[in-house]
């Protein structure tokens, strides 16, 4: 009799157990339904089928247009959500700043950091925080943004300036020497010492970095990033690894070098200050100042800190060639506001055409389309669509720094974007060229003030021409491809002013 009045109970239990079930399955195909849309995956590959692997920043601004400003496609297995158009990008990197501030995981990286995400760049949580607040602090204690740094950017302009004069205007193709010339920059904040643009060992370093930027942006990186498993099958990686090892042996004798003569009362360097705070933190568990952070910061200031600068002045200089009355507006107002003396950034404010034109680099430029990944840190509502925690986001920059409705002219170089109808520099809202929100580029206030005064004092001495035989109809404006876009490869004669 007793089992008898159980039946009830358990068909009740069973009955709310289905009930939650079922529930939790609406709820689940709820947000399934109110996720991103986006093409039909294939097994296996996702959507790689449709995807320029070359240009991908083509295919996601095509598919945009099918499916909206904030849309969905699959890397294999991995989910993708793309952020299309300033106003979606802006409300996710700055209004939901923390939601989206998170760093997926990229095997490439995995494999080079040992599992451990160290850094800054690609780092992740705690970590990350740690280091970025390092970095800002120790980048200001050392000048960025103030006249220290000011001087140290106008000398080196002054030496490239010799360099590209000792040419006689012959025939340059000058990615080494404009890379050289930047990373010195970087380089005497983390060092406290400027190369010589011969130097064998400077060189080398600038040529390991130029080909792991080319080779982290390549198809067959993008392939193992997704599919690890083919590894053996893609050399780029290898290749990319090897040259990650050399860097970091040169990085270890640098600071092995400063650990020499450290005084922890006269701090010189970037170097200087992470070792001073390495030995502050001796004995501590969970300590962030390690030697492996050290590395990876160095090599993240190293690179992006010449890179991206770098690629934008090769820019700036091939389109004075293609526009050429550009140029000659650019070089009277140097000549009103300036005369022969060396640029200083309190100029910048007294010369708003070669403001515009620096602008108008970066923004026709692109040279960072896809934007580094985002990870939600969790989950998040954004244009109406549900995205959980964990999902690998693309906030489109391509799309921004030239969508329709913030830009006149938003496929053509047009430096009246930043000017308004009585010539006076105005800020847009949607140049965004160094991302935004808390994974905005640690270097901003450095890269605008190298940017301004190299291509200020480049111009002051120098008209920039077509080599003999091509005219600027035939310049080639179409962007190469990498993580970072450079132009292609391309000849500049520098003629100096008499």
């Not at 000058?174 to 064998?200: C, F, H, Q, W």
């Amino acid at each position: 009799m007793h089992w008898i009045s159980l039946v009830p109970v358990g068909l009740l239990f069973i009955l709310v157990l289905l009930l939650i079930l079922k529930r939790q399955n609406v709820w689940k195909s709820h947000m399934e339904e109110k996720f991103p849309p986006g093409p039909r995956p294939l097994p296996i590959i996702g959507n790689l089928h449709i995807m320029d692997l070359k240009r991908p920043h083509l295919t996601m601004l095509e598919l945009s247009k099918t499916y909206g400003p904030v849309f969905s496609f699959w890397m294999g297995s991995r989910k993708v959500v793309v952020l299309s158009g300033y106003d979606t990008v802006k409300e996710a990197l700055v209004k939901q700043a923390d939601a989206f501030a998170g760093r997926p995981e990229i095997p490439i990286t995995e494999k080079t950091g040992g599992g451990k995400r160290r850094g800054v760049v690609f780092s992740d949580g705690e970590n990350w925080k740690v280091m970025r607040r390092f970095t800002l602090t120790t980048l200001r204690d050392f000048g960025m943004g103030k006249k220290a740094i000011e001087d140290r950017v106008v000398e080196e302009c002054g030496c490239l300036a010799d360099a590209i004069e000792s040419q006689k205007g012959k025939p340059l193709e000058m990615t080494l020497m404009m890379n050289a010339a930047v990373a010195n920059v970087i380089v005497s904040i983390l060092l406290g010492k400027r190369y010589d643009y011969e130097d064998p060992t400077f060189k080398r370093l600038l040529s390991l970095i130029n080909e792991n930027i080319r080779i982290f942006g390549s198809p067959s990186v993008s392939i193992y990033n997704i599919f690890p498993v083919l590894g053996f099958l893609l050399k780029n990686h290898k290749i990319f690894i090897q040259n990650l090892k050399e860097m970091k042996a040169f990085i270890e004798v640098v600071f092995i070098e400063r650990l020499k003569t450290l005084d922890r009362n006269d701090q010189r360097t970037f170097i200087d200050s992470f070792l001073v705070r390495q030995q502050e933190e001796d004995g501590k568990a969970n300590g962030y100042f390690h030697n492996e952070n050290l590395i990876a910061l160095v090599r993240n200031l190293f690179s992006a800190g010449m890179e991206t600068t770098s690629t934008t002045l090769r820019w700036g200089l091939l389109l004075m060639m293609k526009y050429p009355e550009i140029q000659k507006k650019v070089q009277e107002e140097i000549e009103q506001v300036i005369g022969s003396n060396p640029p200083r950034i309190e100029h910048r404010s007294q010369m708003p055409y070669t403001d515009a034109v620096v602008h108008e680099v970066q923004r026709f430029a692109n040279i960072l389309p896809l934007n580094l990944p985002h990870e939600t840190t969790e989950d998040v509502t954004l244009k109406g669509y549900f995205i959980p925690k964990g999902t690998y986001i693309v906030p489109l920059l391509a799309s921004v720094l030239r969508d329709k409705s913030q830009w006149e002219k938003p496929d053509i170089f047009y430096p009246e974007h930043f000017l308004n109808s009585e010539g006076k520099f105005v800020k847009k809202d949607a140049f965004m060229p160094f991302s935004a929100g808390r994974r905005m580029c640690v270097g901003e206030t450095l890269a605008k003030m190298e940017l301004f005064l190299f291509f200020t004092s480049l111009l002051q001495r120098f008209t920039f021409h077509p080599p003999p035989g091509i005219s600027t109809s035939d310049l080639d404006i179409s962007p190469s491809f990498g993580v970072t876009v450079p132009p292609k490869t391309h000849e500049v004669c520098a003629v100096p002013h008499s």
